[in-house]
C-alpha cells in the first residue's frame, strides 16, 4: 500500500511538470484502475498474491560530428518511460505507459504520448496482448542486436513500422523448436490513433533448429487507405495505388557472451503506391569481453526502388550505416556505450559522428 500510495504521488508530480493534458490523465485514470481493482483479485488464490511495479526508462545521449558537419552537436534524450504493470492473478496483468520523449514538435518541444496501455492473458503456451501493445515486427531483433538504447533496429530506424499499435496480438509456442504469432492492428502506430477501414494484418514463425539460434519468417497486408497515401512528388501527377506489404526475414545467435543477427526487410507499395518499395540488410554482433563490458558493431544497408513515373529517387534514407562501439555497464540500472558511426546516407557524401549512449532502466 505504501509503495502505490508513493507512485501516485510520484505520478503527480510527472503529470505536473509536463502539463496536464488527456494523455497525462488518461494515464492516471488507468494506473487508479489498477490499483482500484486489485481487491477484486486478491481473493483468487491464498497462494498467488497480486502484485504491481513501477517502469521507468529513459534513453540520453551526446554526440558531435567531424567535417562538415562539425556543427552539430549537443545533448539528446529519445525515451522517457514511466509505467505500472500489475499482476492480478497468474495468467492475467495489465500495463500503462506514457513516453514523455517520444517526438518533438515542429518547435522542437518535447512531445508526450500514452505508449501503452494494454491487458495480457499468458497460459498454456499463449500469450495475448489487447490494447495499445508491443507488436513482433522487429522486437525479437532488438532483442537479438542488444543495443536499443543506443540505435533503433533496421525497420524502426527506416520507419518501415510501428513499434507498437493498437489492436490484438496473440502468440503461441508449440514446442521448444516453433512458435506463431499473429496481429490485427489500426496500422497508424501509437502516435496517430483513428478509426477507419483499413487494418494491417501479420503473422510470423520463429524456429529454434538448435540451441541458442533462431530463423524468423514474417509478413503483413496493410489494406489500401486513401487518406493515408504517401504524397506524390511534384513531377508525378497520376500513381496506381494497391495494398502496401512487409516481408522480414531473420537468422540469430544469442547465449550469455555472444549475441548477433542477420536481417532482410522489404516493404512493398509503400505509402500504398505500387511499385514504391524499399529494403535492405542489417547485420550485428555484441560480444561479452569482461564482466561489465561488451563490444558491438552494425552495418545496415538501405536501398529502394521508383515507380515509372517517379523521375528521382523518393526515399532520402537510401545508403549505409556503420557503426562500432563498447559497452561498460556499472549497475544492473545503467549502461554507458561510446560509439563511432560512419553514415553515407546517399553514397556519395559520408557523415561521421562519435556518440555517448546512456540507458536508465529501473
Same mark, same amino acid.
Given at each position: 500500500?505504501?509503495?502505490?500510495?508513493?507512485?501516485?504521488?510520484?505520478?503527480?508530480?510527472?503529470?505536473?511538470?509536463?502539463?496536464?493534458?488527456?494523455?497525462?490523465?488518461?494515464?492516471?485514470?488507468?494506473?487508479?484502475?489498477?490499483?482500484?481493482?486489485?481487491?477484486?483479485?486478491?481473493?483468487?488464490?491464498?497462494?498467488?498474491?497480486?502484485?504491481?511495479?513501477?517502469?521507468?526508462?529513459?534513453?540520453?545521449?551526446?554526440?558531435?560530428?567531424?567535417?562538415?558537419?562539425?556543427?552539430?552537436?549537443?545533448?539528446?534524450?529519445?525515451?522517457?518511460?514511466?509505467?505500472?504493470?500489475?499482476?492480478?492473478?497468474?495468467?492475467?496483468?495489465?500495463?500503462?505507459?506514457?513516453?514523455?520523449?517520444?517526438?518533438?514538435?515542429?518547435?522542437?518541444?518535447?512531445?508526450?504520448?500514452?505508449?501503452?496501455?494494454?491487458?495480457?492473458?499468458?497460459?498454456?503456451?499463449?500469450?495475448?496482448?489487447?490494447?495499445?501493445?508491443?507488436?513482433?515486427?522487429?522486437?525479437?531483433?532488438?532483442?537479438?542486436?542488444?543495443?536499443?538504447?543506443?540505435?533503433?533496429?533496421?525497420?524502426?530506424?527506416?520507419?518501415?513500422?510501428?513499434?507498437?499499435?493498437?489492436?490484438?496480438?496473440?502468440?503461441?509456442?508449440?514446442?521448444?523448436?516453433?512458435?506463431?504469432?499473429?496481429?490485427?492492428?489500426?496500422?497508424? $502506430?501509437?502516435?496517430?490513433? /483513428?478509426?477507419?477501414?483499413?487494418? @494491417? *494484418?501479420?503473422?510470423?514463425? &520463429?524456429?529454434? =533448429?538448435?540451441?541458442?539460434?533462431?530463423?524468423?519468417?514474417?509478413?503483413?497486408?496493410?489494406?489500401?487507405?486513401?487518406?493515408?497515401?504517401?504524397?506524390?512528388?511534384?513531377?508525378?501527377?497520376?500513381?496506381?495505388?494497391?495494398?502496401?506489404?512487409?516481408?522480414?526475414?531473420?537468422?540469430?545467435?544469442?547465449?550469455?557472451?555472444?549475441?548477433?543477427?542477420?536481417?532482410?526487410?522489404?516493404?512493398?507499395?509503400?505509402?500504398?503506391?505500387?511499385?514504391?518499395?524499399?529494403?535492405?540488410?542489417?547485420?550485428?554482433?555484441? $560480444?561479452?569481453?569482461?564482466? /561489465?563490458?561488451?563490444?558491438?558493431? @552494425? *552495418?545496415?544497408?538501405?536501398? &529502394?526502388?521508383? =515507380?515509372?513515373?517517379?523521375?528521382?529517387?523518393?526515399?532520402?534514407?537510401?545508403?549505409?550505416?556503420?557503426?562500432?562501439?563498447?559497452?561498460?555497464?556499472?549497475?544492473?540500472?545503467?549502461?554507458?556505450?561510446?560509439?563511432?558511426?560512419?553514415?553515407?546516407?546517399?553514397?556519395?557524401?559520408?557523415?561521421?559522428?562519435?556518440?555517448?549512449?546512456?540507458?536508465?532502466?529501473?
Amino acid at each position: 500500500m505504501r509503495l502505490q500510495c508513493c507512485f501516485q504521488i510520484f505520478t503527480l508530480y510527472f503529470v505536473k511538470k509536463l502539463g496536464m493534458g488527456m494523455k497525462q490523465l488518461s494515464f492516471i485514470i488507468c494506473i487508479i484502475i489498477l490499483q482500484g481493482i486489485n481487491s477484486c483479485f486478491a481473493q483468487d488464490s491464498t497462494a498467488f498474491k497480486p502484485s504491481g511495479k513501477i517502469i521507468a526508462r529513459s534513453f540520453i545521449d551526446y554526440s558531435t560530428g567531424f567535417g562538415h558537419v562539425n556543427h552539430e552537436k549537443g545533448f539528446d534524450i529519445t525515451r522517457a518511460f514511466l509505467g505500472y504493470n500489475y499482476k492480478f492473478t497468474r495468467t492475467f496483468s495489465g500495463q500503462v505507459i506514457i513516453d514523455g520523449a517520444s517526438g518533438k514538435s515542429s518547435s522542437n518541444d518535447i512531445e508526450v504520448h500514452l505508449r501503452n496501455a494494454f491487458v495480457n492473458w499468458s497460459d498454456k503456451g499463449f500469450n495475448i496482448n489487447v490494447g495499445l501493445t508491443g507488436l513482433m515486427q522487429f522486437s525479437i531483433q532488438e532483442n537479438y542486436f542488444m543495443h536499443r538504447y543506443v540505435l533503433k533496429s533496421f525497420q524502426d530506424l527506416n520507419k518501415m513500422a510501428p513499434s507498437v499499435d493498437l489492436g490484438v496480438t496473440a502468440e503461441y509456442k508449440f514446442n521448444d523448436y516453433i512458435s506463431a504469432d499473429v496481429s490485427i492492428t489500426n496500422g497508424e $502506430g501509437y502516435k496517430k490513433i /483513428k478509426k477507419d477501414n483499413n487494418m @494491417r *494484418y501479420a503473422a510470423g514463425i &520463429s524456429l529454434h =533448429p538448435i540451441k541458442n539460434t533462431i530463423l524468423r519468417v514474417y509478413a503483413d497486408i496493410y489494406n489500401d487507405d486513401e487518406a493515408g497515401r504517401d504524397a506524390l512528388p511534384e513531377s508525378a501527377t497520376d500513381a496506381k495505388y494497391k495494398d502496401q506489404y512487409s516481408l522480414s526475414l531473420f537468422a540469430g545467435y544469442q547465449d550469455k557472451n555472444i549475441s548477433g543477427g542477420v536481417e532482410y526487410n522489404r516493404v512493398y507499395n509503400k505509402g500504398f503506391i505500387e511499385k514504391k518499395d524499399y529494403y535492405g540488410y542489417s547485420a550485428y554482433a555484441s $560480444g561479452k569481453v569482461a564482466s /561489465k563490458w561488451r563490444v558491438f558493431a @552494425r *552495418y545496415d544497408l538501405m536501398d &529502394s526502388t521508383n =515507380p515509372d513515373n517517379f523521375t528521382s529517387p523518393w526515399n532520402s534514407l537510401d545508403g549505409q550505416l556503420m557503426m562500432i562501439g563498447v559497452e561498460f555497464q556499472p549497475l544492473k540500472q545503467l549502461k554507458i556505450a561510446p560509439n563511432f558511426r560512419n553514415i553515407n546516407a546517399d553514397r556519395s557524401k559520408s557523415e561521421q559522428y562519435a556518440y555517448i549512449n546512456i540507458e536508465f532502466n529501473l
